[in-house]
């Protein structure tokens, strides 16, 4: 229900630009942009996850912050398609340990190490409309909508051992476990941007996410600059 109320949105917001088409010239010479931003979203995240405190368990993490590229083309003064990029990392190498006394009276020291990783990447194409009518003034209000492809992929290897201290005896388990994840999406929502001088720009979008395969909903937002190359 959701997707269909987005579809609809999309098909009501392309309106204008049929009669775009008739009313306003084309550009006689177009323009391509590329950007570079922060991004935040249902599987990118500008934080780091903590771990919950304990004595018996050390670990070290990386962090890869969510960094989106983007390129795109200027059809037309109010309309441009762009492709976006968005990748981000994480890893965590961890180690524990405990010892306890088992049923049977027996002192069991237990530890365990091993490392985890995600990556993720979303990729995206979608089309900009500016609702602003005049591309020159400096503050523009645009709409944008298209599909992206969420790629996720978690692997996690590590050891764990028993030893039973009072019998002298040990037993390790080696674990090494792969979860790939895919997902559609619709995506729509507004941007804001603000142009310094004649090719540069800050842009922010804040868009509706609604995958294909699920009901359920989240948001994206994104902050950067592009620049607008080539003729004029």
């Given at each position: 229900?959701?997707t269909?109320?987005?579809?609809?949105?999309?098909?009501?917001?392309?309106?204008?630009?049929?009669?775009?088409?008739?009313?306003?010239?084309?550009?006689?010479?177009?323009?391509?942009?590329?950007?570079?931003?922060?991004?935040?979203?249902?599987?990118?995240?500008l934080?780091?996850?903590?771990?919950?405190?304990?004595?018996?368990?050390?670990?070290?993490?990386?962090?890869?912050?969510?960094?989106?590229?983007?390129?795109?083309?200027?059809?037309?003064?109010?309309?441009?398609?762009?492709?976006?990029?968005?990748?981000?990392?994480?890893?965590?190498?961890?180690?524990?340990?405990?010892?306890?006394?088992?049923?049977?009276?027996?002192?069991?020291?237990?530890?365990s190490?091993?490392?985890?990783?995600?990556?993720?990447?979303?990729?995206?194409?979608?089309?900009?409309?500016?609702?602003?009518?005049?591309p020159?003034?400096?503050?523009?209000?645009?709409?944008?909508?298209?599909?992206?492809?969420?790629?996720?992929?978690?692997?996690?290897?590590?050891?764990?051992?028993?030893?039973?201290?009072?019998?002298?005896?040990?037993t390790?388990?080696?674990?090494?476990?792969?979860?790939?994840?895919?997902?559609a999406?619709?995506?729509?929502?507004?941007?804001?941007?603000y142009?310094?001088?004649?090719?540069?720009?800050?842009?922010?979008?804040?868009?509706?996410?609604q995958?294909?395969?699920?009901?359920?909903?989240?948001?994206?937002?994104?902050?950067?600059?592009?620049?607008?190359?080539?003729?004029?």
């Amino acid at each position: 229900m959701i997707t269909s109320r987005l579809l609809v949105s999309s098909l009501l917001l392309s309106t204008p630009l049929i009669s775009l088409a008739q009313d306003n010239p084309a550009v006689a010479t177009p323009k391509f942009y590329a950007g570079l931003g922060l991004y935040s979203g249902s599987y990118h995240s500008l934080g780091r996850s903590k771990s919950p405190a304990s004595i018996t368990t050390s670990s070290t993490s990386t962090y890869q912050l969510p960094v989106q590229a983007t390129l795109g083309y200027q059809l037309r003064p109010r309309l441009a398609v762009q492709l976006g990029l968005v990748y981000s990392s994480r890893k965590n190498d961890f180690a524990s340990s405990d010892e306890y006394i088992d049923a049977n009276a027996d002192r069991i020291l237990f530890t365990s190490n091993g490392r985890s990783t995600l990556r993720h990447y979303t990729a995206s194409l979608q089309a900009r409309y500016a609702l602003t009518r005049k591309p020159d003034r400096r503050f523009q209000v645009d709409v944008v909508g298209g599909l992206a492809y969420d790629h996720q992929y978690y692997r996690g290897v590590g050891s764990e051992e028993y030893t039973n201290v009072s019998q002298g005896t040990s037993t390790v388990t080696n674990r090494d476990a792969m979860f790939p994840y895919n997902e559609a999406s619709v995506v729509i929502g507004p941007s804001l941007r603000y142009r310094f001088g004649q090719r540069l720009e800050v842009v922010y979008d804040l868009l509706l996410n609604q995958p294909l395969n699920r009901q359920s909903n989240s948001s994206s937002m994104a902050l950067g600059l592009r620049y607008c190359f080539g003729p004029s």
